[in-house]
């Protein structure tokens, strides 16, 4: 009997571990997450105001989204609005088009699934209208808001950095002399403060005071400032951002590349394949899932870029260099909480909607390599 | 001859008298003082330095050797300071026991009961000399309601300043409207004012986003809107809370400041007064606009190249004025402009207010006590006269006896000349009739720092037109208007500016 009730006593608790073990973590994370993420969702409908003895805040609805996307914070948001030209109604029918046959495409050749279809007509309408977007505010007449903007941050610095890190890794994966010594240094940027970056970066392409001045001056531009101009001062910032997470990319592709399989790279070697043939069909292979991963993880840093436009150009000339982080963060300094709020929560649909469209498209690169 | 004797020894006697009474009032105080606070601790916040801070960090110890408290000034980035402030109070972590801010958030920290009424302890406090004070500063930028809430360490208005030799060099008079100053600035543009063979600037105005850009384009634009006096107000309708935007004369304003930028340094719109300050005192620009700074950073050997070339004006004025009935601008006639000089309509922008110490309403007693004693410490005469000699202290003339005595300024090293001309511009805003309150009303900081400073700065770097600008504007303020109720805004507008 005693024998009985002590078995059935280690049965419940053995059922129960799982639980008790994992409760503190669940708790922890929903005291530093999940509440938090309520809180700034109801903060995101509401209106902060002080009053005596503290504060309230008002439910207002969708108020503080309305000002983003259809009010008077639509030109901070998104940005204003041109007039589209025939190519570039031509180049939205086209991106419409591509997108009509590749769910043509995947109707065909099944099988459809409730989940599969959704996902790609959320992709479909994401994509379309993103295309609409970019060519609306960044035509002659228009001007592109914070999304657009912390898109293009996202976009090319990703790009850069996946690229040089790429071309890095596998300089240093060579025998090459003092290989320890180049892998610390181009691994050094990522361990500067982000705020250091921007002001180094601020002094260095200074044109009237900064140490490559005396070149400017040489080539006549001493007289140019490049914060007067959005698409340099966004490029700047590119540049800065590409300086620090380039050797991220590169140290987690350089190990990635010291873990590919050495005995087929010596079978192609052997069999006589080329450079190229030996990377493209055997080390891309072997790197891909690290790239998918290091490129999502960068995706949704990149996102949330705020340091160097903030140091470097305050978000000028006006508002072109501004990120969403920076608008959120503009609009919480002036205690309009709800506005700083919606911003997030804009953010955050916009950074799942690009990263669950990267992650299904790198499932099926990976599922076909 | 006997009486004149005795006359001329009663006197000599009283000055004498007088003269240790005074130079052994701190001392004395020192004494009644010592250890006071021993083991107390006072946190203050301003904005990172060097100015504003240096004062106060300086000072700290002194007021240690005195009284026993540790004064731990803090600083933060100047825009977020107003937030910093406010987060601390309204969630009762009440870190911050003090705060050297702008007179005009007053409003925002004194409604909900954060900010301590000093009006007891002042009347209580002769050492302060209250009376001093200049009125403007003692009656508007210290008050809020009726009551005192802050002391002032600062005077603040902002003027225009020009290379004397220059303009005299080149047959000019100080600018006297603000097509002078863009006169005067395109005739210096480009060429070498500093003697090192560069072209330099003929005007640097600090326009860069979320630092001072926004109250530089209300100086421009005062004159333009405000002609029949303070009362009358510059960024609002007194009867309807409309915004003063949407009308020839703002547009008129803003075309000189968008001109303005012409004649500056290539990267003027990512330049604050730091900056430009410094390129005025090296010698790159011909004119500038600023609070008084300009003036005591320009004796300062160690970073001036332009000692007793300076002169400061009362800010350029306009001979056309806006009519409210119409939006027109309309030209300068006695019923339109009162208080115009030579026809020209000078409406001087007391822009900020004046840095201020004011006192957190929920810091320990005791705390409070020598906060209260620090700040009356650094604006006693004693010290005030000296750190508003001194450029790096940011602080400028606020007492009416720093105007009167010029011993200090010429102490500090400025000719006779230059400080009457300096003091003398300062003077000329202070008393104006037609002078221009900064908006002190709730949430202020959203319609200037936000609003106006983000349509200004999109304007400079060609993302929008006027036009745009004034429309961004204008819905931008209404909306803040309605949210936070026109009618308590529009109480509050008048109320500030004396209705």
Same mark, same amino acid.
């Given at each position: 009997m005693m024998q009985k009730r002590s078995a059935t006593f280690s049965e419940w608790t053995d059922q129960r571990a799982p639980l008790v073990f994992i409760l503190p973590a669940i708790l922890i994370i929903l005291l530093l997450a999940i509440f938090p993420l309520i809180i700034s969702l109801y903060l995101s409908l509401s209106r902060f105001k002080f009053v005596k003895g503290g504060f309230s805040l008002k439910f207002i609805g969708w108020l503080?989204?309305?000002?983003?996307?259809?009010?008077?914070?639509?030109?901070? *948001? !998104?940005?204003?609005?041109?007039?589209?030209?025939?190519?570039?109604?031509?180049?939205?029918? /086209?991106?419409?088009?591509?997108?009509?046959?590749?769910?043509?495409?995947?109707?065909?050749?099944? +099988?459809?699934?409730?989940?599969?279809?959704?996902?790609?007509? %959320?992709?479909?309408?994401?994509?379309?209208?993103?295309?609409?977007?970019?060519? =609306?505010?960044?035509?002659?007449?228009?001007? +592109?808001?914070?999304?657009?903007?912390?898109?293009?941050?996202?976009?090319?610095?990703? $790009?850069?950095?996946?690229?040089?890190?790429?071309?890095?890794?596998?300089?240093?994966?060579?025998?090459?002399?003092?290989?320890?010594?180049?892998?610390?240094?181009?691994? /050094?940027?990522?361990?500067?403060?982000?705020?250091? !970056?921007?002001?180094?970066?601020?002094?260095?392409?200074?044109?009237?005071?900064?140490?490559?001045?005396?070149?400017?001056?040489?080539?006549?531009?001493?007289?140019?400032?490049?914060?007067?101009?959005?698409?340099?001062?966004?490029?700047? !910032?590119? $540049?800065?951002?590409?300086?620090?997470?380039?050797?991220?990319?590169?140290?987690?592709?350089?190990?990635?590349?010291?873990?590919? +399989?050495?005995?087929? @790279?010596?079978?192609?070697?052997?069999?006589?394949?080329?450079?190229?043939? !030996? *990377?493209?069909? %055997?080390?891309?292979?072997? %790197?891909?899932?690290?790239?998918?991963?290091?490129?999502? %993880?960068?995706?949704?840093?990149? =996102?949330?870029?705020?340091? $160097? +436009?903030?140091?470097?150009?305050?978000?000028?000339?006006?508002?072109?260099?501004? &990120?969403?982080?920076?608008? &959120?963060?503009?609009?919480? #300094? &002036?205690?309009?909480?709800?506005?700083?709020?919606? @911003?997030?929560?804009?953010? $955050? *649909? @916009?950074?799942?909607?690009?990263?669950?469209?990267?992650?299904?498209?790198? #499932?099926? #690169?990976?599922?076909?390599? | 001859m006997k009486l004149l004797v005795h006359l001329f020894g009663t006197t000599v006697f009283a000055l004498v008298i007088a003269g240790l009474l005074s130079l052994s009032l701190t001392p004395l105080m020192g004494q009644a003082m010592a250890g006071k606070y021993d083991g107390v601790t006072v946190n203050v916040m301003t904005f990172t330095g060097p100015q504003i801070a240096e004062p106060l960090q300086r000072r700290a110890p002194d007021f240690k050797k005195l009284t026993g408290a540790t004064i731990n000034v803090i600083t933060v980035p100047f825009s977020d300071l107003y937030t910093k402030l406010l987060t601390d109070w309204v969630t009762g972590t009440n870190s911050v026991h003090a705060a050297v801010f702008a007179p005009q958030w007053m409003v925002d920290y004194v409604e909900p009961g954060y900010l301590e009424d000093l009006t007891d302890r002042i009347a209580k406090d002769p050492a302060l000399q209250v009376d001093d004070i200049a009125p403007f500063f003692r009656d508007f930028s210290m008050r809020y309601g009726g009551r005192t809430y802050t002391i002032t360490l600062d005077g603040d208005f902002q003027m225009v300043y020009y290379r004397t030799d220059l303009l005299e060099a080149a047959g000019f008079s100080p600018p006297e409207t603000w097509d002078d100053y863009i006169k005067i600035a395109r005739h210096f543009h480009g060429k070498d004012l500093n003697g090192d063979g560069k072209p330099d600037y003929g005007s640097s105005i600090a326009k860069k986003r979320n630092a001072q850009s926004y109250w530089m384009v209300t100086s421009v634009a005062a004159c333009f809107i405000q002609s029949e006096g303070t009362k009358q107000g510059a960024f609002f309708d007194t009867e309807t809370m409309r915004p003063l935007v949407n009308n020839e004369a703002f547009r008129r304003a803003l075309e000189v400041y968008v001109e303005t930028t012409k004649y500056g340094p290539p990267d003027e719109i990512n330049l604050d007064v730091g900056d430009t300050r410094m390129l005025f005192t090296s010698g790159r620009a011909a004119l500038s606009l600023d609070w008084g700074d300009i003036g005591t950073l320009a004796i300062d050997p160690k970073i001036s190249k332009v000692q007793d070339k300076v002169g400061a004006v009362i800010l350029p004025g306009s001979r056309e004025v806006l009519d409210r009935a119409t939006g027109k601008l309309m030209p300068c006639d006695s019923e339109r402009c009162p208080n115009a000089i030579n026809g020209v309509n000078h409406a001087p922008f007391a822009a900020y207010g004046g840095w201020s110490g004011g006192i957190n309403a929920a810091a320990p007693k005791k705390v409070k006590n020598a906060v209260y004693d620090f700040f009356s410490y650094m604006c006693q005469p004693a010290q005030s006269n000296v750190d508003v000699t001194i450029g790096i202290t940011g602080f400028n003339p606020y007492r009416i006896s720093q105007f009167e005595n010029l011993d200090n300024w010429i102490e500090a090293g400025m000719s006779r000349t230059a400080a009457e001309n300096y003091l003398g511009a300062i003077k000329a805003s202070l008393n104006s009739p037609n002078m221009v309150l900064d908006l002190r009303i709730p949430q202020n900081q959203r319609y200037q720092q936000i609003v106006l400073d983000t349509a200004i700065a999109r304007l400079l770097a060609g993302e929008i037109t006027i036009d745009q600008a004034v429309k961004g504007i204008e819905d931008g303020w209404e909306e803040i208007t309605v949210e936070l109720g026109r009618d308590e805004q529009l109480k509050v507008y008048r109320a500030t500016l004396g209705w």
């Open positions: 503080n989204y309305e000002k983003l996307l259809v009010g008077s914070q639509q030109f901070h *948001f !998104i940005g204003s609005f041109g007039q589209l030209t025939p190519m570039e109604m031509a180049a939205i029918a /086209l991106v419409g088009l591509l997108l009509l046959w590749w769910l043509i495409r995947y109707f065909r050749q099944g +099988p459809v699934t409730v989940p599969g279809l959704l996902g790609r007509l %959320i992709l479909t309408a994401g994509l379309l209208s993103l295309t609409w977007l970019v060519l =609306f505010v960044l035509n002659q007449k228009g001007f +592109p808001g914070t999304l657009v903007v912390t898109l293009f941050y996202v976009f090319f610095g990703v $790009l850069i950095q996946f690229c040089i890190g790429l071309a890095l890794a596998l300089l240093c994966a060579q025998r090459i002399p003092a290989r320890n010594f180049f892998r610390l240094v181009f691994f /050094l940027p990522l361990m500067v403060t982000p705020v250091g !970056i921007a002001y180094t970066f601020r002094m260095l392409v200074d044109t009237t005071k900064g140490p490559f001045a005396p070149i400017w001056e040489f080539f006549g531009w001493g007289a140019i400032a490049w914060v007067k101009d959005p698409w340099a001062a966004r490029w700047v !910032i590119v $540049l800065g951002d590409s300086w620090q997470w380039t050797p991220f990319m590169f140290i987690v592709l350089l190990a990635a590349l010291e873990n590919q +399989p050495r005995d087929q @790279v010596e079978a192609a070697i052997v069999d006589g394949a080329s450079r190229w043939q !030996i *990377f493209r069909d %055997i080390t891309w292979r072997a %790197i891909l899932p690290v790239s998918i991963t290091v490129i999502l %993880i960068r995706i949704i840093e990149a =996102f949330k870029i705020i340091d $160097l +436009p903030n140091v470097l150009t305050n978000g000028g000339p006006g508002i072109a260099s501004e &990120s969403l982080t920076l608008h &959120s963060f503009m609009a919480w #300094r &002036s205690l309009d909480l709800g506005g700083s709020a919606a @911003v997030a929560y804009m953010l $955050l *649909f @916009v950074s799942v909607f690009f990263s669950m469209s990267f992650i299904n498209f790198a #499932r099926h #690169r990976l599922k076909t390599a | -």
